[in-house]
């Protein structure tokens, strides 16, 4: 219970910021990558203002025996960069150019009623679901985990 | 306030979320994660956490647009933005991460894995951009 209302709270603080930043003005986010045509650097600062801080404040935070709400840390274990991380990234990217939305923004944006927000999340989900299916398939067939990707 | 200062502040608030999330819950902010996991089979103080990061997202986010009056829709055609949110759900699930995960968060805890992730995304999305803006003609 305690754990949820943590994690309430953090999502409304993300979500706030993403507003406040802009990111969840689709024309802001593909201005910043038209860095060849009428390049708009808003979102530098929204990337370094984030980064910044979690750069600074991760380093104190896992210094601590343990999270206030739960039993241990989970952080990301594998450090591997194989196929599956530069390809999803690849697909994503191509994915985010064409929308100008990654998935916060679009979260928000359904939020506030944004109809093409409300059109982009299930393709979405529908994507990440298809990835899982082809995922579990392929390592059923060639016990393949690493195609399964890590979730962080 | 000039924007980039705006959008610096808003970065930072961002960047708290991330810290929060991990000090409290010990877990990583990773939005495309975070949404996966609710559609998968999992024990209720799993998924609890997890919806109750994306109410919070979606709830106090979209009321901050509201009252900055922003109403802004993505630029792209139905059936590019329907494909483009299955190559953002596929290309994120793949790549155990998106622009929070291996940004904000992988960039925070000097990830290689992520940097290599971000570099990869940044360079397609700017890519696509070129193309579908300029070599193309016309907005996607």
Same mark, same amino acid.
């Given at each position: =219970? ?20 802009? =990111? ?27 980064? =910044? ?27 591997? !960069? ?41 393709? =979405? !989900?529908?994507?990440?679901? &298809?990835?899982?299916?082809? &995922? ?17 | ?60 986010? *979209? ?21 483009? *949110? ?14 929070? *995960? ?39």
């Amino acid at each position: =219970m305690k754990a949820a209302f943590a994690a309430l709270l953090c999502g409304a603080l993300f979500g706030v910021g993403l507003a406040i930043a802009r =990111m969840t003005d689709p024309l802001v986010v593909i201005g910043f990558l038209d860095v060849f045509g009428d390049f708009d650097p808003t979102l530098a600062f929204v990337l370094i203002g984030a980064t =910044m801080t979690t750069a600074v404040a991760f380093h104190f935070v896992t210094q601590r025996a343990r999270p206030i709400v739960a039993a241990e840390f989970q952080l990301p274990a594998t450090r591997m !960069i194989d196929l599956p991380l530069v390809l999803g990234a690849a697909i994503f990217g191509v994915g985010w150019g064409l929308a100008g939305y990654c998935p916060g923004p679009a979260l928000v944006g359904a939020g506030a009623g944004t109809l093409t927000a409300l059109l982009f999340l299930p393709a =979405m !989900i529908v994507g990440s679901i &298809a990835h899982r299916l082809v &995922a579990a398939r392929f390592s059923g067939r060639k016990k393949s985990p690493e195609i399964l990707g890590s979730q962080s | 306030m000039s924007s980039w200062f705006v959008a610096l502040f808003g970065g930072v608030l961002i960047g708290l979320s991330a810290t929060g999330l991990l000090l409290f819950n010990g877990r990583i902010a990773g939005i495309s994660g975070i949404v996966n996991g609710l559609t998968r089979r999992s024990s209720g103080a799993e998924w609890a956490w997890r919806a109750a990061f994306i109410t919070g997202l979606v709830g106090a986010g *979209g009321l901050t647009m509201h009252l900055l009056h922003q109403a802004t829709a993505s630029p792209a055609r139905l059936p590019v933005l329907l494909l483009a *949110g299955a190559l953002v759900g596929f290309g994120t699930s793949l790549g155990g991460g998106c622009t929070s *995960g291996h940004g904000v968060c992988g960039l925070g805890r000097f990830s290689l894995r992520s940097l290599v992730a971000v570099l990869t995304f940044m360079a397609c999305a700017i890519v696509t951009v070129l193309l579908t803006h300029h070599v193309f003609g016309g907005a996607a």
